[in-house]
């Protein structure tokens, strides 16, 4: 799964109606508005401290920070913007949207002096897994000419890789200062199931495929995320379902000023709003996760 995806987000621009599927900040500029609007807010309340940096975890064409830091200039707070991104490809979409951004290649790079504003949108759920069968790993064998998985059964997933990452965030926030909103589609409670997919051309697809061409994901458990946030030190807040999150922000009125400035795109902007908020589009499936420094206060919306 590692090296799929390397290889697939080194390759290509994913996003968009010619790509594989398409993330919140691509549909209405109103989610990344309110993601920064979250993060301004929550720095107000922690006291406005120097130095603070906005930081994004794979942050695809850069549309949510653009829109993000938008946000944050009419709060009073333009933060210096930091990138966790190894592909060519979409660092060059993003130099294109936020020019003055500075890129890094792990977490590890970050500066380690100042508060962190994090978001990751839609990252933790291409983390690598590892699948268990009866306490046995699951692998992926060259069967009959053909890739297959060598066993079935009920399946239990875990995920180093998500582990490390929610870890080492966490640990910088609560040393350093700030707060991070992890943003995912995933389940609230540990439990078994199979949840690997792959998706080509915005339909799913075979997971053995085609290797390295296609997406590759599965659901984050939010319950351990949660627990490994708070094992490094962190305060935490949620899950809550990403649709009630965006309505306490706001989302309704920054439709309607939206609709009242361009009333010819009523029906589409209205439109953007249900995807993102309805329970049976993106509004339930999808889950917000905040981590803090414990004296930071807790993220609006939670």
């Not at 060059?92 to 020019?99: C, D, E, G, T, Y």
Request: proline fraction near 7%.
């Amino acid at each position: 799964m590692e090296a799929c995806n390397t290889y697939y987000y080194a390759t290509r621009d994913p996003l968009g109606a010619a790509g594989d599927f398409t993330t919140a900040p691509e549909i209405s500029q109103m989610f990344g508005e309110l993601i920064g609007a979250a993060l301004a807010d929550v720095w107000a309340r922690a006291g406005q401290p120097r130095g603070a940096r906005y930081v994004e975890l794979g942050p695809g064409r850069g549309t949510l920070a653009s829109d993000a830091l938008r946000a944050m200039r009419s709060a009073g707070l333009q933060p210096p913007v930091h990138f966790v991104e190894t592909s060519p490809v979409l660092r060059q979409a993003q130099a294109a949207a936020v020019p003055h951004a500075q890129w890094h290649d792990s977490i590890a790079d970050l500066p380690t002096d100042v508060p962190l504003l994090v978001v990751a949108n839609e990252f933790l759920d291409a983390l690598p897994i590892r699948q268990h069968v009866a306490g046995i790993e699951r692998h992926v064998e060259v069967i009959g000419g053909a890739l297959a998985f060598d066993r079935d059964g009920e399946i239990v997933e875990t995920s180093p890789a998500r582990d490390a990452v929610t870890a080492e965030i966490a640990g910088r926030v609560a040393k350093q200062g700030g707060a991070a909103l992890i943003v995912d589609y995933g389940h609230t409670a540990t439990g078994p199931g199979d949840t690997l997919q792959a998706v080509r051309g915005h339909h799913f697809a075979g997971l053995l495929d085609k290797p390295g061409e296609q997406d590759l994901t599965s659901h984050v458990d939010f319950q351990r995320t949660a627990e490994v946030a708070r094992s490094a030190g962190a305060a935490v807040a949620g899950p809550v379902e990403q649709g009630p999150w965006l309505e306490r922000l706001g989302i309704l009125a920054r439709a309607r000023a939206l609709a009242n400035a361009a009333p010819d795109r009523t029906a589409e902007i209205e439109a953007c709003r249900a995807r993102l908020c309805r329970p049976d589009q993106m509004g339930s499936l999808f889950k917000l996760l905040a981590i803090r420094a414990p004296e930071w206060p807790t993220p609006a919306g939670l």
